[in-house]
């Protein structure tokens, strides 16, 4: 069973608006999250993390967010940018273990 | 540094024959991942390996895929025989160890399609 979440496949933004990416978790275990994102006929690259200990981390443009009691983590572009246009995957581990990841959002920003 | 190297990039197959996927990961990363994307289960990591040695296979989907890294620079996924619900993306990743908080840099990936 899919243990990280990400009910929304797609999401189309104006430019210069903010994109919010959304994932959910079940395993209460997971302590820490990453955020990759993918361009077609690329692998997916690393954009930013986030450890259990804190509830925000922000990165230029891009801030993510964790509930560590909603098990939920999200991600925000501001603003977006049609450079962002791209499929956003979650990922999520425990201590020593490997990372689940999500099945993705593909996000369109339209100039 | 070249990243993560895979191949073939494409590869279509019909079905029965044996595939084999090709991965050269970032040199002195000493942990490899493969992983499967469908759209609908997303990212699934198939099999990883710690200094060459594999770790947990339990995400191979069944005896018909095998791994192996006979040195650290080199791996292959192998499907045999290939059946047309195999289609998918598989990637490669690597990272510089395991149980720690390091990125995974992920190779462009395969595309198999299994006619």
């Known amino acids: 069973d899919q243990q990280v979440k990400q009910n929304s496949p797609s999401l189309s933004v104006q430019e210069g608006r903010i994109s919010i990416l959304n994932c959910d978790y079940t395993?209460?275990?997971?302590?820490?999250f990453l955020w990759y994102k993918k361009y077609p006929a690329e692998g997916p690259t690393f954009l930013i993390s986030?450890?259990?200990?804190?509830d925000k981390n922000e990165d230029g443009r891009f801030t993510v967010f964790l509930n560590k009691s909603a098990k939920h983590l999200s991600l925000h572009i501001v603003p977006s940018q049609p450079g962002d246009s791209a499929v956003y995957f979650c990922a999520a581990s425990a201590v020593g273990n490997q990372f689940y990841f999500g099945t993705g959002t593909s996000l369109t920003v339209i100039p | 540094d070249a990243g993560v190297i895979q191949s073939p990039r494409h590869e279509v197959t019909e079905m029965g024959q044996e595939v084999t996927l090709r991965c050269k990961p970032i040199?002195?990363?000493?942990?490899l991942f493969w992983y499967r994307q469908t759209m609908m289960r997303g990212l699934e990591l198939l099999i990883y390996?710690?200094?060459?040695?594999?770790?947990?296979d339990s995400g191979m989907p069944e005896d018909r895929f095998s791994a192996k890294m006979p040195n650290a620079s080199f791996s292959t996924l192998k499907i045999q025989p290939s059946e047309p619900r195999d289609s998918a993306v598989y990637f490669c990743?690597?990272?510089?160890?395991?149980?720690?908080?390091?990125?995974?840099?992920f190779g462009p990936g395969t595309r198999l399609l299994v006619l």
């Open positions: 990743a690597s990272s510089p160890r395991m149980g720690g908080r390091e990125t995974q840099y």
């Open positions: 395993n209460s275990m997971f302590d820490y």
């Open positions: 390996f710690n200094n060459n040695v594999p770790i947990d």
């Open positions: 986030i450890s259990s200990i804190k």
């Open positions: 040199s002195g990363h000493n942990s």
